[in-house]
């Protein structure tokens, strides 16, 4: 955790959902009621299909939607593609901008991510912006400088804290059982902070800074616990109620 810094629990539902899934939304609005919201956001991104009907189930609670990739421009002639406005039209909060998956399935560059970030604040939505490195790139001790680069890249000059998350999602960790040690989660987070104050200033010293990558209930105590770690971006694990809320509970012991 940052001191200071409120946590952000999120889930990135990716390609799955259908109206079916919606009593998920409905448990998990229903169980984010309370104390601990006070101290701990929470945030959901299903599919666009649910999103309209996600934040209507969730007027009477704490948790946000969010959506889970923009165009970068605000309207026009881009078939198939949604704009930062229309999220907000939604009452989204939230975009996640940069995922490794989109960054691969539509060769999505950092220059790319920086403009769809940029059309996110143009909307007054929150941009979650997700960098990380592959697992051949960890392997040839590239780690950091690809975080240095996706940073440098994929975050607008005047980002500011209220609407910007750095999502640090290591790619060979995502959707596989497997994680960083703390060690390395740590030492990411800490150079990812360095950086982001380097060029932020006090912006960057509060910026939410997010794990994400196999984040389930028995090894998120452990994660969220680690310093400069704001938060959890949360795929598989988010897709079932008890277990998103498992996770967002691990904050009623941190931040005790
Ligand atoms: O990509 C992720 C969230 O954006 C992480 O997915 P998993 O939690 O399924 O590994």
Redesign the pocket.
Known sequence: MTPDVRPLV???W?MNGTRASLDQIKAIAEGVQGPLAEKVETLICPPATLLYVSTALCTDSPLQIGAQDCHQNASGAHTGDISAEMIADCFGTHV?VG???RRTDHAETDHLVRAKAEAAFAADLTAVI?IGETAEERKSGQTLDILKRQLAGSVPDGAKAERTVI?Y?PVW?????LTPTSDDVAEAHAFMRAELVKRFGAEGQSMRLLY?????PSNARELMGVANVDGA??????LKASDFLAIYRVYEELTA
């Open positions: 999120a889930g990135n990716k996640i995922h490794s998956e997700c999502a999602e960790a995502i959707g596989t059982g994400g990558g196999s984040v389930k971006l949360i795929g598989g694990a988010s």
